[in-house]
């Protein structure tokens, strides 16, 4: 079982359509979610951070967290062609005491038609 | 204020040769990690270094290797380069440590012939 699940897609949306974006983790004690956004040949950049269950809201953006069904999403409101890119899932995971990573997801692709 | 940047862009090697790769964190974040991102898969862990010491290892050869310097940028090394080590390696910088939201730089493009 992978660490972090996404279904890599394409997912195909309709401009002003909601885009909903599912994520699972392996890993229990898992205590901090992100989302990435990752254009074709670029890093990632900081979408969402959630720390703790419920929902966190940023403008189009909606984060969800379930810890105890280990299940994160991202909801993408009126959505736009320049919001087509890959999605990345990412889990934080205390390595020691003093050290942490980040272990991703394989991404999803989303297409926003017009 | 600038973000995290990495030198060089772009980078083409042959195999059994070293490179050299350079990141410096946003201005006031003292920790660094290192990514691997191949071609449809999701950033890999390598290294994570706070206040110059290696704090975190993930599952790399030991022709990986890093540094942090007293400035926090940091280098990462690696040896005698196979063609699988074609990627892009990312450099990430987050205030301090465990859980802290790491941010990306733009990425160096290491291309192994």
């Known amino acids: 079982q992978k660490e972090v699940e996404q279904n890599s897609g394409p997912l195909s949306v309709p401009e002003g359509a909601i885009a909903s974006l599912n994520c699972t983790y392996s890993?229990?004690?898992?205590?901090?979610f992100f989302w990435y956004r990752q254009y074709s040949g670029k890093s990632p950049e900081l979408i969402m951070s959630?720390?703790?269950?419920g929902d966190k809201e940023d403008g189009r953006f909606t984060a969800q967290l379930n810890k105890a069904s280990q299940y994160v999403s991202l909801l993408i409101r009126d959505s736009q062609p320049s919001d087509s890119a890959t999605y990345l899932c990412?889990?934080?995971?205390?390595?020691?005491?003093?050290?942490?990573?980040?272990?991703f997801g394989t991404g999803t692709r989303l297409q926003v038609t017009l | 204020d600038a973000g995290v940047t990495q030198s060089p862009t772009h980078l083409i090697k042959t195999r059994g040769q070293q490179v050299t790769l350079r990141c410096s964190p946003i201005?006031?974040?003292?920790?660094v990690s290192w990514y691997q991102q191949v071609l449809g898969q999701g950033p890999q862990f390598i290294f994570q270094?706070?206040?110059?010491?290696?704090?975190g290892r993930g599952n790399f050869p030991d022709r990986f290797s890093a540094r942090q310097f007293p400035n926090y940028s940091s280098e990462l090394n690696v040896n005698a380069l196979l063609l699988g080590d074609s990627a892009l390696y990312l450099c990430?910088?987050?205030?301090?440590?465990?859980?802290?939201?790491?941010?990306f730089g733009p990425g160096t493009r290491l291309t192994v012939l």
């Open positions: 990430a910088s987050s205030l301090v440590l465990a859980l802290d939201t790491q941010y």
């Open positions: 890993d229990r004690g898992s205590q901090s």
């Open positions: 959630i720390y703790s269950n």
């Open positions: 990412a889990v934080t995971g205390v390595i020691t005491g003093t050290a942490s990573k980040l272990t």
């Open positions: 201005s006031g974040h003292k920790s």
């Open positions: 270094y706070y206040e110059k010491e290696e704090r």
